[in-house]
């Protein structure tokens, strides 16, 4: 939101709710979201195909209205998220060798595009840092694991990187 706001870009977002309590605090990322002026919008559902019905009528809506629309996380660009998150685990390794430390752990409490970016950048550096994902919500880990390590291996190859990640490169939570 800070970056869409910087930018000049309007930021929309629909969100499922995670828990009951983000139908209606608006707290963290959620405020601030709000005060870089996203335009949100909590669903009743934490349905994941919902949300996307929801999202691809929207989008089509403002490009109707003229508007140019940008949707993240569509399957032909769902990697495009990993690099970044790849770019700023090169950060960290950058950082910390120029600091001369070398931390043994990574931890995140997220998965999806983060952990997947976060392994892709350390594995490809051959850092030695084990990223560990905590993750925020439910459902079977071993459907989240292998989404990750499908998202990975489509952006090691539009990177054009000699990688490929299995299971056994995440531990997720």
Do not use: W
């Not at 970056?3 to 959620?30: M, S, V, Y």
């Not at 997947?116 to 850092?127: C, D, N, P, R």
């Not at 030695?128 to 459902?139: F, L």
Request: hydrophobic share 40%; charged share 25%; aromatic share 6%.
């Amino acid at each position: 939101a800070a970056a869409c706001a910087k930018l000049g870009f309007e930021l929309h977002l629909i969100l499922r709710p995670e828990r009951e309590i983000d139908k209606t605090d608006i707290q963290g990322n959620n405020l601030l979201q709000r005060l870089f002026g996203a335009k949100v919008k909590i669903l009743d559902s934490n349905d994941r195909p919902a949300q996307q019905a929801v999202i691809a009528e929207y989008a089509d809506k403002l490009r109707a209205d003229g508007r140019r629309v940008y949707v993240p996380r569509r399957p032909d660009t769902v990697d495009l998220d990993v690099i970044a998150y790849a770019e700023s685990a090169l950060e960290i390794v950058r950082q910390c060798r120029k600091a001369g430390i070398a931390p043994a752990y990574l931890y995140t409490t997220a998965y999806d595009t983060t952990q997947a970016g976060l392994v892709l950048g350390t594995k490809y550096l051959e850092s030695g840092i084990h990223v560990r994902g905590i993750t925020p919500i439910g459902g079977p880990a071993a459907e989240r694991v292998q989404r990750m390590v499908e998202m990975t291996n489509q952006a090691a190859e539009r990177l054009g990187l000699p990688i490929e990640v299995s299971a056994a490169d995440f531990d997720s939570d």
